[in-house]
């Protein structure tokens, strides 16, 4: 099997094409697990499968986490993907993608630069605090699309310097709380003292933090405008792996529009010879 590796702000995915390798749909969440372990095979955060879209689409974006499980939609995947779409002709600098959250349309602004409007909110409160071992958190809670990926957003002072394992455990426990029935994304995230703001996503599926979450950046600057942090316009979130930047266009109280821009990596292309794939 042909595949390409590329990452967004350093979330990576591996990417195949099975408009060409005809692989069946019940073998790609096995795919998944084997291909994204990062010692046993290539390694990534998720497996995007490009295949037939069902309607009006370019292609569609099949999305599965590193422990085989289906994501609804990814952020940095589908303006990785939009680059690869680009690139090998499927379609053009402007071009729509079926997820299963719903269509997202991908703008090419530069070689390495993409562009994507994000699915919109179909749930957002605001106000949805949480308790974890007798402490209370402030949080929001987000979905995006349709079925909707969801995704806790909360402001935790100091963020950049608390240690690591406080923050996974924590993140473990707020990404399986029981206020959240489908489980979460958990975007922990602090307003800097120079106005910076700095991200960290303990993402489901991959059940630990990834170094940048496109949708999860969406979500907490979603959040910022809606709370009147923010002016939603060009909204730079800082985080391990990068910078990603949001627009955020309101209706009213609603997000209307949501856009995601920031960078791809072409990271390898090749030949798949893992002699263990279950296939």
């Known amino acids: ?138 949080c929001s809670y987000v979905e995006l699309g349709s079925p909707g990926l969801p995704h806790a957003v909360v402001p935790l002072p100091g963020l950049r310097g608390r240690p690591e394992e406080e923050l996974r455990a924590l993140g473990r426990r707020l990404r399986a709380h029981p206020a959240f029935p489908k489980g979460a994304n958990v975007n922990f995230y602090d307003v800097e003292a120079d106005g910076r703001i700095w991200e960290r996503t303990f993402e489901r599926g991959v059940e630990d933090f990834t170094y940048a979450c496109g949708t999860g950046t969406g979500s907490v600057a979603a959040v910022l405008t809606l709370l009147g942090r923010s002016d939603g316009r060009g909204v730079a979130v800082d985080m391990t792996g990068g910078t990603l930047v949001v627009d955020v266009e309101l209706r009213g109280r609603e997000v209307e529009h949501l856009y995601l821009t920031g960078p791809t990596n072409v990271v390898a292309r090749g030949e798949i010879t893992d002699e263990e794939l279950p296939l």
């Open 1 to 138: 099997m042909q595949f390409w590796k590329m990452n967004g702000a350093g979330n990576d995915f591996i990417i195949l094409n099975n408009l060409r390798e005809g692989l069946p749909a019940d073998a790609l969440p096995a795919l998944a697990r084997r291909l994204c372990h990062r010692r046993l095979s290539i390694g990534a955060d998720g497996l995007m499968v490009v295949d037939r879209p069902s309607g009006d689409a370019d292609y569609r974006m099949r999305f599965f986490n590193a422990d085989g499980s289906v994501g609804e939609m990814c952020g940095n995947g589908a303006r990785c993907i939009c680059r690869y779409g680009f690139e090998i002709g499927l379609a053009g600098e402007v071009q729509r993608v079926e997820t299963t959250a719903g269509l997202v349309t991908g703008w090419r602004i530069s070689a390495r630069q993409y562009r994507i409007e994000l699915n919109r909110p179909t749930v957002l409160r605001l106000d949805c605090p949480v308790e974890v071992d007798g402490a209370a958190f402030p």
